[in-house]
């Protein structure tokens, strides 16, 4: 008789608990907040779509020392059913990622990257400042040596913000960049 009492408040609780584990929405974590690696494709299915990502205000070549400013854009038609419309991670070989929006990006083990803020939109702004220096001003006729030659490695997922990963667009960019020294 005991034991009975004792099961159905027992029962009940884990009842009441299954419930509202199952009535929960899905957590906002895993990479909706960040995508610390280039291991998209791992979790997301499909064909890689290179032409998606567009990196724009590129230089030719970049000078020693100099910051440029970039602007990623995914270009998706994929409509999403949420808040999550994406998300990246991009690296430089050399020289530093600067946050311009620290509301939208963040740097994580090295590592540029979204928020999950940032997961809300397709596009996102970014500095890099260039290896090397340009040396002080009075030493103009001085040739500073050149800089290494850069990759700039791009990964990013157009999400369709149903909270799995089938579905979503992944695409992978890179380019290199060669100091103008």
Not at 87 to 101: H, L, Y
Request: proline share 8%.
């Amino acid at each position: 008789m005991m034991l009975k009492k004792m099961l159905l408040p027992c029962t009940l609780a884990a009842t009441v608990a299954m419930g509202a584990t199952l009535q929960a929405p899905p957590p906002a974590h895993g990479f909706a907040n960040s995508a610390p690696s280039f291991q998209c494709m791992s979790c997301h299915p499909g064909p890689m779509q290179p032409e998606m990502i567009k990196l724009s205000n590129l230089p030719d070549s970049y000078r020693p020392g100099q910051t440029y400013t970039f602007t990623l854009k995914l270009d998706s038609t994929l409509e999403s059913l949420g808040e999550q419309q994406g998300g990246f991670a991009i690296q430089a070989s050399s020289g530093t990622m600067i946050i311009e929006d620290r509301t939208h990006t963040q740097i994580v083990d090295g590592i540029l990257t979204h928020t999950l803020e940032g997961s809300h939109r397709r596009s996102w702004s970014f500095s890099w400042q260039a290896p090397g220096e340009s040396g002080p001003w009075w030493q103009f006729w001085r040739r500073p040596e050149p800089g290494p030659d850069v990759s700039i490695t791009v990964m990013a997922v157009a999400a369709n913000g149903d909270y799995s990963a089938i579905g979503d667009e992944i695409g992978a960019a890179g380019v290199t960049l060669k100091s103008d020294r």
